[in-house]
């Protein structure tokens, strides 16, 4: 099964869930230490680990910043125990990148199914998206808690293409995954112009995408990707036997209206500690995605407090 370690001062309740742990078919490793984690993981092979937040030499939150800004170990889940109940506890432990909070005492059912729902997830993250070939949602927001735990300035790109429900219901499915394959064509294309391995593309789910890459990148890139778009919608909707609508619902096709494929683009970026965690750089993205729908209008939005408007060119730009 997995590899799993508990870090916990409490030798008792650390065997309890060892023990529990092991006739769940994993293999247990317990130790009493904190700032051994790291070096604990690579010799062992971990890959999933409990920890008390309350340990003498590190806590348990600063085990999982560790963790969170490691080159290679920054999507290992991390589950936090305490007996510390409160909201602000738990909030506190989810801000700093765990992926889950139990409260002692746990039942050992508990305890079983959080792991295999971690090591579920953790699985199904490092899998390419099926439909795209792009990284998939959770280890986008991995690598943004990542960039954010190293206090390093990032942007991101949360790219939306309009109306893709309605247009799968009319078109049906091999249309509507042809046109995010093809639009995810477009963010990698642009994406390997730029002058920097820091940038990664991801599916989110259906017609969301999200792109993160340095800040002086964005603006340019983001404009590229529409002016693409647009360009080829055209040649798409030839390409599915479908005529393109001058404008969204301006088709009607089997008694249904057949949407334009429009693109939404909202960015944001973040400086260093300017946010803690990535649920709050997110609510920066909703906030824009919630103007623009308020506008009823496609296009780029940026989030003009913080967005650079002076950003470097791509290199060697694609046409």
Not at 77 to 99: F, I, N, R
Not at 163 to 186: C, E, N, T, W, Y
Not at 187 to 209: I, K, M, Q, V
Not at 238 to 258: C, D, F, H, T, Y
Request: neutral net charge; glycine residues 6%; aromatic residues 6%.
């Amino acid at each position: 099964m997995a590899n799993i370690l508990c870090v916990d001062t409490d030798k008792r309740f650390g065997k309890y869930v060892c023990a529990h742990l092991t006739d769940a078919g994993h293999r247990c490793i317990l130790d009493n230490q904190g700032k051994r984690t790291l070096e604990t993981i690579e010799k062992h092979d971990i890959e999933l680990v409990i920890a008390e937040v309350m340990l003498p030499d590190m806590c348990g939150f600063e085990i999982c910043r560790r963790v969170r800004a490691h080159e290679d170990w920054f999507t290992l889940p991390v589950v936090l125990m305490s007996t510390m109940d409160g909201e602000d506890e738990v909030h506190h432990a989810l801000s700093q990148g765990a992926d889950d909070y139990l409260i002692k005492p746990f039942q050992s059912n508990t305890l079983v199914s959080c792991v295999a729902k971690q090591l579920q997830e953790a699985n199904r993250g490092t899998k390419p998206d099926p439909i795209t070939g792009l990284t998939s949602g959770k280890r986008i927001r991995a690598i943004i808690q990542r960039t954010i735990t190293q206090k390093l300035s990032f942007s991101t790109a949360y790219i939306e293409m309009d109306h893709i429900a309605m247009f799968g219901q009319v078109a049906g499915d091999a249309p509507r995954d042809k046109a995010l394959r093809h639009l995810s064509r477009i963010l990698e294309r642009y994406g390997e112009d730029l002058d920097t391995s820091d940038f990664y593309a991801a599916h989110l789910g259906l017609g969301h995408f999200a792109c993160v890459m340095p800040p002086e990148y964005v603006v340019p890139y983001c404009k590229r990707i529409i002016l693409s778009w647009e360009k080829h919608l055209p040649e798409f909707y030839e390409s599915v036997g479908l005529k393109m609508p001058k404008a969204a619902n301006a088709q009607i096709n089997m008694g249904r209206s057949l949407p334009l494929l429009d693109l939404t683009v909202c960015v944001t970026e973040n400086k260093p500690a300017e946010v803690s965690c990535v649920q709050e750089h997110i609510d920066v993205l909703n906030h824009l995605r919630n103007k623009a729908a308020g506008q009823g209008a496609s296009g780029l939005y940026l989030d003009n407090r913080k967005t650079r408007q002076q950003s470097r060119a791509p290199r060697n730009p694609s046409t």
